[in-house]
């Protein structure tokens, strides 16, 4: 995850956007499937073999139990493929439920993606920009969290180990916590202290503060900025003219071939690939740097 | 050029009956590198807070500080002065190694590009290019402390001021540390003051030391003549325990001479004074009752995918003695004693407790009157709001009448000195006082066995040799201790038998005069120091004891 995960932020943020956003209101099922191949595609590039399999599991169970779900609760259609309780399990129902399992899932992966490059200082950076205050804060507070996961664990320890409430009943448990809870309070009390003295004796608060970031948008990132906004033009011109509008009810209709579409259905077929082509790219590359060393 | 100047400074804490400092006065010139020690408690942590504004506590104050032969109530940056406290931990403002750096800058507002700039050059000075982008959260101890220094040099002060700074750190990672200091001074001529209790590395790099007691300074002067100076206050003097072991050698013979100051001269010394061939010290043959703590063979690994922390551990521990765990960083001696606390599960082997197998304890009966375990963070055994409250939650575990349980209490803070302590909040106490009060809370489970995980961080050479004292106390009455320390002064002076974790195994368990005598590097420095003379003479005092009746200098 070399090549995509250095992109700037804010491009970053319009990319992942961009596609989830495209690829929950177009119904179209192409579009879905273009949206569901590129996250599998880019999870596959970003993360180790062994986790993507023990995924790959838990997506396909979700995706049947979707794809099921709808046409049992569903019975619109005009196909009627068997009846179950006297209620009638329509073609279109089942096809409609695994178009929105395809739709879900791509959204997943996305998201997934997303949260393995779009690490918490970028999303601090770019809403620092916003908000410089409040910036602070959430990198305070992220450097607090573990802290206290770990410290409430020694107490807990220790606890434990002098004999007191450490028994498996659910009165001693529940007062356990609560002694934890407790020492936690003042323990965080403390470490306050010492943290503002540290701010303090560092200047906060003494002047208008500047807000530094290791982020440069450089000339790589504006031109993947351009291609981005190109490529997201096409489908979103194309849906608001509705050229991909795509219906089950009553009846499933045809898929959209007209010129127009596919020319939607390119330009996000190539959104949608975009960070495993880069990642892709950035592997040949570093291959050709190594084999001339 | 004096860069600081405190004049008859005097400070007193709101209530307090007797002033934290009285009449202070002392200069420091440009560049210098000066060294602050004392006991905990003697008002060093109250001088360098009231040096820098921004932190000083809030209280009396008469005297003045000049800096830079301004008054420092007229100075405006904060950049100037540089402060750096104990705790490695909590003085880490942000959660990423890059932006804890540009945080005291980005509060000057000072341009991003220059901001830029000195956070590189201050990254590469100290070596953190490779962990730059990572989580604060994810670092070593020391690597905390070196990230807490950089993120203090970046704004480039003229004067360092320091607050113990290797309090919380091994061995390694503090002369690490101190090294850095070193470089700092030498090579870019920055004024140093700091406060130390681990004396032995410093006192040959410092320029000065002033060394406080009660509120007072008792002596400013150059590192070589301090031993002397303390002697002629008083020749057996309270604080020499604190100094390095050449100069306290060197206050032990009495015979005159400069007073060396690292091993080296010592040796040297010793050398000049005392001949002849290495003499090994005949050594008792070790008596020992039953074993109380057994490892069989036990193995354990925290996770099925993570290597194994121990390898086949077998390990006899004796009723009514002091066995040391001795080890690196990350050795996994923490995790043996959790091990033997029955906190965490060995996979494989048998872990024996008065012959009992660990498992076989149902519910709290291994923690009543029979295994106490003190982690090492004294912290985190408090949960309430007094000692009083913390220890009486104990006494009340403990099934027993309500008289007896006072009378218990009273005991117990009694014999480890706490009395004075105990309607105080256990988070107010100092390093030392906390850990005598969770002692004091452990023990009222009246164990036979009892745990200790780094008894000795953070604790001055007083309150090591207190420490000391009590646990030789608990051995008297039967009661058999297992610590693991970093510390090989302690552990020589104190323990009956020290063992090596190496490598997931024991490797070697002797008393300390073998165990010691046998290393070559993993040794006290008074072992080392007199090494050639008498193999096996592991402390000061025994290396004084042995000169001395080898009878007077040459």
Known sequence: MKAFGNIHPSVLMMYFLSVMLVSMFASNPIIQAEALFGGALFCLCIQKRGTALRDAGFYISLFLMVAVTNPL???????????????????????CGVSIAV??????LWCKCYSEIMTSDKFLYLFGRIIPKLSLVLSM????????????????????????????SISDRVRNRMRVLTAMISWSLENAMDV?????????????RTDFSIFRFQRSDCALFAVCIVLLSVPLVGMAAGVTDFTYYPGIS?????PAAVAVYAAFGALSVLPSVLEAKEAIIWKYYVSKI | MEILRVEDLSFRYPKAEKPALSHIDFTVESGEFIVLCGPSGCGKTTLLRLLKKEVAPFGEKTGSIFFEGAPQESLTCAGEMGFVQQNPESQIVTDKVWHELAFGLENLGVPTDVIRRRVGEMASFFGIENWFRQKTDELSGGQKQLLNLASVMVMQPKLLILDEPTGQLDPIAASDFIATLQKLNRELGLTILLAEHRLEEVFPIADRIIMMEDGGILLNGEPRSIGPGLSKLDAAHHMSCALPSAVRIWQGLDIGGTCPLTVKEGREFLKRNY????VTLPEPEYLHEEATVEMKNVWFRYERDLPDIMRGVSVKVYRGEIFSILGGNGAGKTTALCVVAGLLKAYRGKILINGKQVKDYKGNTLYRRCLAFLPQDPQTVFALDTVRADLSEMTEMMEIDKSEREKRLDEISARLGISHLLDRHPYDLSGGEQQKCALAKVLLSEPEIL???????????YAKQNLRDTLRELKATGVTVLTVTHDVEFAAETADRCALFFDGEFISAD???KFFAENNFYTTAANRMARELWKNAVTCEQVVECCKSVGGAK
């Open chain 1, 141 to 168: 507070a992220l450097r607090f969290i573990p802290a206290y996961i770990r410290q409430s664990r020694r107490v807990s320890r220790a606890q434990k180990a002098m004999g007191l409430y450490s028994g498996k």
């Open chain 2, 511 to 513: 008393t300390p005069r």
């Open chain 2, 275 to 278: 001949s002849g061939q290495t």
């Open chain 2, 451 to 461: 745990l200790l995980d780094e008894p000795t961080k953070g604790l001055d050479a």
């Open chain 1, 254 to 258: 045809r898929i959209e071939t007209s």
């Open chain 1, 196 to 208: 503002s003295a540290s701010m303090k004796a560092r200047g906060y608060g003494q002047k208008k």
């Open chain 1, 73 to 95: 609760f569903s019975h619109n259609g005009k196909t009627p493929l068997f009846f179950l309780n006297g209620n009638p399990v329509t073609l279109e129902a089942l096809l």
């Open chain 1, 103 to 108: 739709m879900v899932i791509g959204v997943l």
